[in-house]
């Protein structure tokens, strides 16, 4: 038999049967007629540990703001293009060890944070390969640029 539950219900059933190691910071419920995830949530903040000079990095990240077009080449089994990665980065951080990137994605507009954190600071792909990098949270950004969330 099939039942709506709550929730706080399946909050605890998740908790119950997943993991030690994980964990359900929160449930909530979603109307049965909502919009596709892909249409509320359209930034990500993402964090990762790296090892740079604090002097190099501000430069660098001076260096990429002071820019109107910062271009990655994006490579796939099926294609090679040129990604403007300028308009898709809103804030980056470095301070203490640790790198803060905020990413606009959707359609025909995203880069994978490594990409991006490598291009912006010369890594090289050994480098780049051993960054562990964390999304930390989403957001809506609506078409005033305002951020919503997190969500």
């Given at each position: ?9 399946t909050k605890e059933l998740l908790a ?62 099926k294609s090679r293009r040129s990604i ?55 957001y809506f950004e609506t078409e005033k ?7």
């Amino acid at each position: 038999m099939l039942r709506r539950i709550s929730a706080e219900e399946t909050k605890e059933l998740l908790a119950k049967n997943m993991p030690p190691a994980l964990g359900v910071l929160a449930a909530s419920n979603v109307p049965v007629i909502s919009k596709p995830v892909e249409l509320l949530v359209n930034v990500a903040r993402y964090s990762t540990e790296m090892s740079l000079d604090s002097e190099f990095a501000a430069q660098k990240i001076k260096d990429f703001f002071s820019t109107t077009e910062f271009l990655v080449e994006r490579i796939t089994d099926k294609s090679r293009r040129s990604i403007d990665v300028r308009p898709l980065v809103i804030d980056l951080k470095y301070a203490g060890g640790k790198t803060g990137i905020l990413l606009r994605f959707g359609p025909n507009r995203t880069v994978k944070p490594d990409m991006a954190i490598q291009k912006i600071f010369g890594l090289t792909d050994e480098q780049k390969t051993a960054l562990k990098i964390n999304r930390d949270e989403f957001y809506f950004e609506t078409e005033k640029k305002e951020l919503i969330g997190p969500i």
